[in-house]
Every structure is written in C-alpha cells, then in structure tokens.
C-alpha cells in the first residue's frame, strides 16, 4: 500500500476552522485524496478506529494540530480530555508516534506555544521533543506556502494543467560602462586644445602665412620623431589642471578597460566573512536557518525550515547592511530580509517581509 498521505489531526473545539483552511489549501498542491481530515473522510458503515487506523497506515506526515484548547475541557473529576483513555486525539497522536515510518509535526495555531513533557500523558511525550511549526493568522499566507515547500519533500505534488500565461522575463542586470564609454568627452576635449596649442604656434603661423603668399619654403614636421620634446606641448601644470578639473579623467594607461568589460568586486569590500549557517528568528520564534555562500560584497544564500529546502535567492552588504536582492519561497519573490550588525558581523538585527507583512528578526551564528 502506497504510504503518500498527509493525516490532519485536531480537536474540533480548538482548531476546526483553522484546519477547514488548511486542507483546502492541501488539497490543491497534492490532491484531495492526499489529505486525511477525521470525520469528512469516512465511508458510510466504516468504523471510526477502523478509519483512522487505515488513514494513518497510509499517511506519510501527520499534522498535529495545536491551539489553546488543545487539551480539552475537564471532566467531572477534573481530568482533561487529552488525559482520558478515550480522547480520540490522544488516540491519533499516540498511534502515529509508535510508527517509526510516519513524520509527526505538530502545528502551532491561534498563539498556542508547544507543550512540554511534563504536561503530556506519558504514551505523548515525545511529541514534546519534535520541531514545531506555527502558522500565524498575520502571515498565514506566507507560513503554509513554507509548510506546502516542506511537505512538498516528502509528499508528491499533484499535476497541474500548463499556464498559457508567458513566464515573465528575468531582469537582466545593466553592464558597467568601460572607462572610455565614460570618458571619451573628456579626452576629445584635450585632443581639442592640444590640436589649437599647434594651430596657434608661431612657426605654424609663418608656415601657413608664406604658403598663401606662393612662398616655397618647405617647413619640418611640427611633431620631432628623435625623441625630443615639443615646445608647444602641454606643461605638467596644465595637465594637472585638467585632471583636477576632471574627476573620472583619471591616465588611461591605468584606468582604460574593454568596454562592456563586468569587474567583479574583490572581497576585501565585505569588511568581514558573514557566510556560513544563520538561525532565523522572527518575533522571538526560531523560523529555520539560512545558508549564506559569500562572494565579497555579494552572496547567495538558501532556506531551510525543518530541515528542508524551501527558498533560495541572492543578496549584497552594502557596508552598512546585509539585505537580499531576490528572495523565492513557493515560486514566489515576495519576501525579503534587511539586518544590522553592532556586532562586528557576529549577529544581526533587522526585518523580514513576507508578502507585506513586517516581521522583527535577527539572525544568529550557529
């Protein structure tokens, strides 16, 4: 039997209508027969611990639902339901704890915070050592598009038809202009007044004056191929003069490049080494990691959430702050991150956007 489901369990007091949205969103990526949600998917005559023991031997993932109510309201004795033999969610959660074939994650929803050990019945107390992943409802969209990415690794996608929508072109980045592209005005200009220093000499004078009179005098080359220098030709302190009054008319000999030619920044610009791995955290919640691979001023850098790819992009530091240029999550480039660092590079502090919501966010060496 193929083992390629995705079990939602919850309490129907606690998180129903959270879950009723979560599903709907499974079910587009992976299918609607990819998605177990309790009492919906059971067949008329079907025992309920028949079910759930069927879906859970074909799921994959279970989803472990979490908000404030979890535990359940107390009975007359005062012993939550969680705590009683027959809770039907204590029931799901231990079954899918005891196979070693099946990944239990447990959801964080409505602010609820993950349950320690010693408040678990003891058949639920690893649950207390798995990661957690919490969906906020100022940034559900941006949360379960991270979830699908990672249940994406494990569960398959199901086909979707083609767009006939063209794909957008990728931006392609301005070429630096060569020394001479921006120059060239600044050069013909000295050609210029070098070309009138000539014109204006003397003897160049009497040559082209005697040359209208018929004279036929032969006069030498103004310009002295033995070596020698010309009398008219630019003094050190005119020459200076001009570079001053040219800032980007620096010598050729030391600034001209090919035009079109990219110069690739050295690294020393970076001021320090900011690669390596980075925890996340957003609000005070430890949200993944980052992989930065530095390139001098500029970087890539992957996302990982539970220990799964889930985005990639590119990035720069500017001297003052590292931020990323693109940044892709579920096919989509709407997310960013800018950080600070008083540290020397040690630790950041900064924001992160997802799809127009802010978040505070640091970043720590791991």
């Known amino acids: 039997m193929e083992k390629n489901k995705i079990f939602l369990s919850h309490r129907h007091s606690d998180t129903q209508s959270d ?52 535990f359940g309201d107390a009975d007359e004795n005062g012993v939550a339901r969680l705590f009683q033999k027959n809770d039907w969610v204590r029931r799901e959660v231990g079954a899918a704890l005891a196979r070693s074939d099946t990944r239990v994650i447990p959801l964080l929803l409505k602010g609820a915070t993950r349950p320690t050990a010693d408040k678990l019945p003891d058949d639920l107390v690893d649950l207390a050592d798995l990661q957690t992943f919490e969906i906020s409802i100022t940034r559900w969209k941006y949360d379960l598009g991270v979830l699908v990415e990672a249940l994406a690794k494990l569960i398959p996608r199901k086909k979707k038809p083609i767009n006939p929508t063209p794909p957008r072109p990728t931006p392609v980045s301005k070429p630096q202009k060569s020394w001479w592209a921006k120059n060239y005005l600044w050069v013909l200009g000295v050609f210029v007044v070098l070309m009138i220093v000539v014109i204006s000499s003397e003897d160049f004078q009497n040559g082209y004056q005697e040359g209208l009179n018929g004279s036929n005098t032969i006069y030498d080359d103004p310009i002295d191929n033995s070596g020698a220098q010309v009398d008219n030709e630019l003094s050190q302190a005119e020459i200076t003069q001009l570079r001053e009054d040219s800032p980007a008319g620096n010598e050729i000999s030391e600034n001209f490049q090919l035009e079109n030619e990219q110069v690739t920044p050295p690294a020393a610009q970076a001021g320090f080494d900011y690669s390596g791995k980075w925890w996340l955290w957003e609000d ?23 220990n799964e790819k889930v985005g990639q992009g590119t990035g720069e530091y500017d001297g003052t702050y590292l931020y990323s240029t693109l940044f892709v999550i579920n096919d989509q480039s709407l997310y960013s991150f800018s950080f600070g660092s008083n540290t020397g590079g040690e630790s950041w502090v900064g924001q992160t956007q997802a799809i127009g919501v802010i978040s505070a966010a640091e970043l720590r060496k791991d």
């Not at 008329?44 to 908000?67: M, W």
């Not at 005070?284 to 539970?306: C, D, K, P, V």
């Open 284 to 306: 005070g919640i430890r949200s993944g990691f980052i992989l930065i691979n530095q390139n001098g001023s500029y970087f890539t850098f992957e996302y990982y959430y539970l």
């Open 19 to 70: 879950c009723h949205r979560i599903r709907e969103t499974l079910e587009e990526e992976f299918g609607e027969d990819a998605v177990f949600l309790d009492i919906e998917n059971l067949e008329p005559g079907i025992r309920f611990a028949d079910a759930i023991d069927k879906a859970l031997t074909e799921s994959k993932v279970v989803l472990v639902a979490i908000g404030p109510d979890w």
